[in-house]
């Protein structure tokens, strides 16, 4: 079977063919098959195929028939581009499409969210610091200002339980009571500031060592050792703040200092399982062990009539 080329259009066809051309043939048509037919017409007259043509003048008038998937790929892509340009249209003529096609992409992201049960997303708490924690060389009895020349100056707040103290917040957890511009206690919840060695995030041990080192430590379980629970493979605690929690603490007296030093110690968590129930902490997987961590340290003058009545012992 011998291939020709129609001379009106310069599509290549089988000589065979009853019908001839097919451009020929659909001519006079206004449907989608003609429409691809003028795509391939479109094809044909690109600038590469006349290149094509000029470059074979001197060569046998017989030519190879197209692959089969090349021939595939053009007439999907002329389907494509007809198909494409209806329904541009469609939108333009109708625009309430266009929200209809997102509320149903919606809809379909939540149904697959829903079918493909609970997910775990790695959320460390604490976050892990990026860089070095920088210090903060704090002590009670000390002026506000040295506050100030470490972290900024900013006007106190009052202080929830005690008249008599100013309250300074900055955005990183770090909170600071003071008494008449001089500082009572300082309370730091972020891994990015250390005090005395003391840092939030790091490991019960360390802490221990690094707390040996000011005083005595002492431990005392505060707030319950209620296991986890097992979800989906997972340890889990209902939230953050219905974690277990432990206390290390120890107390610096003169001629060092006279101030109680309290470490707050939880469950590490390694990430969020959420589910139809909730999110919830996951502190390990069903076979592990959870990991306890300093989750706050606190600092509180003893020299000084305390907020809760605590009278001074140095």
């Given at each position: 079977?011998?291939?020709?080329?129609?001379?009106?259009?310069?599509?290549?066809?089988?000589?065979?063919?009853?019908?001839?051309?097919?451009?020929?043939?659909?001519?006079n048509?206004?449907?989608?098959?003609?429409?691809?037919v003028?795509?391939?017409?479109?094809?044909?007259?690109?600038?590469?195929?006349?290149?094509?043509?000029?470059?074979?003048?001197?060569?046998?008038a017989?030519?190879?028939?197209?692959?089969?998937?090349?021939?595939?790929l053009?007439?999907?892509?002329?389907?494509?581009?007809?198909?494409?340009?209806?329904?541009?249209?469609?939108?333009?003529?109708?625009?309430?499409?266009?929200?209809?096609?997102?509320?149903?992409?919606?809809?379909?992201?939540v149904?697959?969210?829903?079918?493909?049960g609970?997910?775990?997303v790695s959320?460390?708490?604490?976050?892990?610091?990026?860089?070095?924690?920088?210090?903060?060389?704090?002590?009670?009895?000390?002026?506000?200002?040295?506050?100030?020349?470490?972290?900024?100056?900013?006007?106190?707040?009052?202080?929830?339980?005690?008249?008599?103290m100013?309250?300074?917040?900055?955005?990183d957890d770090?909170?600071v009571?003071?008494?008449?511009?001089?500082?009572?206690?300082?309370?730091?919840?972020?891994?990015?500031r250390?005090w005395?060695?003391?840092?939030?995030?790091?490991?019960?041990r360390?802490?221990?060592?690094?707390?040996?080192?000011?005083?005595t430590?002492?431990r005392?379980?505060?707030?319950?050792?209620?296991?986890?629970?097992?979800?989906?493979?997972?340890?889990v605690?209902?939230?953050?703040d219905e974690?277990?929690?432990?206390?290390?603490?120890?107390?610096?007296?003169?001629?060092?200092?006279?101030y109680?030093?309290?470490?707050?110690l939880?469950?590490?968590v390694?990430?969020i399982l959420?589910?139809?129930?909730?999110?919830?902490p996951?502190?390990?997987?069903?076979?592990?062990?959870?990991?306890?961590?300093?989750?706050?340290v606190?600092v509180?003058?003893?020299?000084?009539?305390?907020?809760?009545?605590?009278?001074?012992?140095?």
């Amino acid at each position: 079977m011998a291939l020709v080329r129609c001379p009106k259009h310069n599509i290549p066809y089988n000589e065979e063919n009853p019908r001839g051309c097919p451009a020929c043939a659909l001519e006079n048509t206004d449907d989608d098959q003609a429409a691809i037919v003028r795509q391939l017409v479109d094809l044909s007259k690109s600038p590469k195929a006349i290149s094509r043509a000029s470059r074979t003048t001197e060569a046998p008038a017989i030519e190879e028939p197209p692959s089969p998937i090349s021939t595939a790929l053009t007439y999907a892509t002329a389907y494509l581009r007809v198909w494409g340009r209806r329904l541009v249209l469609e939108i333009q003529d109708h625009p309430a499409l266009t929200s209809a096609a997102l509320a149903v992409v919606l809809v379909l992201a939540v149904v697959v969210a829903r079918l493909s049960g609970p997910q775990f997303v790695s959320e460390p708490h604490p976050a892990p610091v990026s860089g070095e924690s920088l210090p903060l060389p704090l002590l009670p009895g000390q002026p506000v200002t040295v506050l100030f020349a470490m972290l900024g100056a900013q006007p106190p707040s009052p202080h929830p339980t005690a008249s008599g103290m100013e309250r300074y917040t900055f955005d990183d957890d770090i909170i600071v009571d003071a008494v008449n511009g001089i500082v009572h206690s300082i309370s730091i919840g972020t891994p990015g500031r250390m005090w005395q060695s003391l840092r939030v995030g790091m490991g019960i041990r360390r802490a221990e060592g690094a707390l040996a080192l000011l005083g005595t430590p002492r431990r005392e379980n505060d707030g319950g050792s209620s296991p986890p629970d097992i979800r989906s493979g997972y340890l889990v605690f209902p939230s953050l703040d219905e974690r277990p929690r432990q206390l290390l603490t120890a107390g610096v007296r003169p001629p060092n200092g006279c101030y109680d030093v309290e470490i707050v110690l939880k469950p590490y968590v390694i990430g969020i399982l959420e589910d139809d129930d909730g999110r919830f902490p996951v502190v390990g997987r069903e076979d592990d062990t959870a990991s306890w961590v300093v989750t706050r340290v606190s600092v509180v003058s003893r020299a000084v009539t305390g907020p809760d009545g605590e009278e001074p012992i140095c």
